[in-house]
């Protein structure tokens, strides 16, 4: 059994008092949206509003912050998909620490920017592997050589505890405790450092984490019984897509967590539903990573009681545009309201007008048409991407495929297929 390395209430309380001055309370804000879809009182802790855009500074400078002169003068080294870089990076620039930041290739643009902005001349940004853990690596090798030391984003005691300020900052704000706290889950940093606290404060707290489906490393690690690697790892959710979950972070998860039962995921797709939502009705940019704990409200993964009081921690607001197609299509293909087929066309005039006018309904669009003609063939394939008005309207297209003369094959979600249009 893995033993948890002991982090108390008392460290959060520390960790508090190192932050007092570098940081103002992140914002705690009812949200209307959710209070009318759950028949809660539901509240938004806004991380995503803090210097570097998420809570990861918290950890970050509780950490660096009691590095002895020696230690900083060696300086420090670390690797993120991003947020805890730019925590990392402000507090070096702030306490003048010399950092090496190791980023998958699949940081997003934004992310690597904002690194080196808030970095300033403290901070040197490697590019190194295509997940986390890859850079992860790289981190490790480097702190190994040169004596650095490593700042973990979540896999560290002093972490954890800078981590659980964020539910010390909730109670105060609120004035009390709320009936339900929803955490997004990476490695599990701030799900730790918020049981942590909770439980020795205020245990009657139902704290429920929430990791993305496709990389559900928590989980994977409760059922086994200790950390294990996830054997496929969906990059999309890049803030909480860990393959491992932490050594130090899995104890306290499992002793604090009532049998795992607090434990849920949701979709990559209810995800980018619920960015959209965030944007469009609420006016908050999100990452993925951040409109995890909305999800799950949002998608009705949770039920809440009518009436309680629940806070959902926003953990991160670092998204680069450039993500809002790939966002707007998974949100799409989730509702049901974006379908793939492959359809095999008679290589002959009027074919592809005999499939708009017999196949497709009056509210429905074409969204991509791939065809290659071969001349030595009757027939000719093409892969077709319709978006319907309404979701319900698939099974009367299915129908009219059914009877149409073309030879159709629906691309469904889980195909291999998917991954060259997502």
Same mark, same amino acid.
């Given at each position: ?111 690597? %920017? ?52 964020? /539910? ?6 609120? &004035?009390?405790?709320? %009936? ?15 049981? #942590? ?9 139902? $704290? ?16 086994? &019984? ?7 790892? %969906? ?6 897509? $860990? ?20 434990? /849920? ?17 609420? &006016?908050? /940019? ?22 309680? #009081? ?84 698939? &099974? ?17 979600? %889980? ?8």
């Amino acid at each position: 059994m893995t033993t948890a390395i002991s982090v108390t209430a008392n460290d959060v309380d520390e960790a508090a008092a190192r932050l007092r001055g570098l940081i103002s309370p992140s914002p705690l804000e009812p949200n209307a949206r959710l209070t009318a879809l759950t028949g809660a009182h539901v509240w938004l802790k806004r991380e995503d509003l803090l210097p570097v855009r998420s809570y990861k500074l918290r950890g970050a400078y509780n950490l660096i912050s009691q590095l002895d002169a020696a230690a900083r003068a060696a300086g420090v080294v670390c690797a993120s998909a991003g947020n805890h870089a730019q925590g990392v990076a402000y507090a070096c620039a702030r306490l003048g620490v010399e950092a090496r930041v190791y980023l998958p290739r699949t940081t997003p643009r934004q992310k690597r %920017d904002r690194v080196a902005y808030l970095g300033g001349d403290m901070v040197a940004v490697r590019v190194i592997g295509d997940t986390y853990d890859e850079a992860a690596a790289a981190a490790l090798r480097d702190a190994e050589d040169t004596g650095a030391t490593l700042v973990p984003p979540f896999d560290h005691p002093r972490t954890v505890a800078g981590q659980g300020t964020v /539910i010390r900052e909730v109670l105060t704000q609120l &004035g009390k405790a709320p %009936d339900v706290l929803i955490v997004p889950v990476g490695g599990g940093g701030l799900l730790a450092g918020s049981l #942590t606290w909770l439980r020795e404060r205020h245990p009657g707290v139902h $704290v429920i984490g929430v990791e993305p489906a496709g990389a559900a490393s928590m989980a994977a690690a409760l059922a086994a &019984g200790h950390p294990v690697d996830l054997e496929t790892l %969906d990059p999309f959710v890049d803030g909480a897509a $860990v393959r491992k979950a932490g050594a130090i972070t899995f104890p306290i998860v499992r002793d604090h967590l009532a049998d795992g039962a607090g434990l /849920i995921s949701v979709s990559e797709g209810a995800v980018c539903v619920e960015m959209l939502q965030l944007y469009q009705s609420d &006016g908050i /940019i999100a990452e993925p990573a951040g409109a995890l704990a909305t999800a799950v409200l949002s998608d009705h993964v949770l039920q809440v009681p009518r009436g309680a #009081t629940v806070v959902c921690l926003l953990s991160g607001g670092n998204n680069d545009v450039s993500r809002y197609a790939e966002v707007v299509e998974r949100a799409l293909v989730h509702e049901g309201r974006k379908h793939y087929f492959l359809v095999d066309f008679p290589q002959e005039p009027g074919a592809l007008r005999r499939f708009l006018d017999d196949v497709l309904g009056p509210d429905d669009d074409i969204t991509l048409f791939e065809y290659t003609k071969r001349n030595n063939r009757e027939t000719g394939p093409a892969l077709v991407g319709i978006e319907l008005g309404h979701p319900e309207d698939l &099974g009367a297209l299915l129908e009219r495929m059914r009877q149409a003369p073309p030879q159709i094959e629906q691309v469904p979600p %889980d195909s291999p297929l998917f991954r060259f249009l997502l």
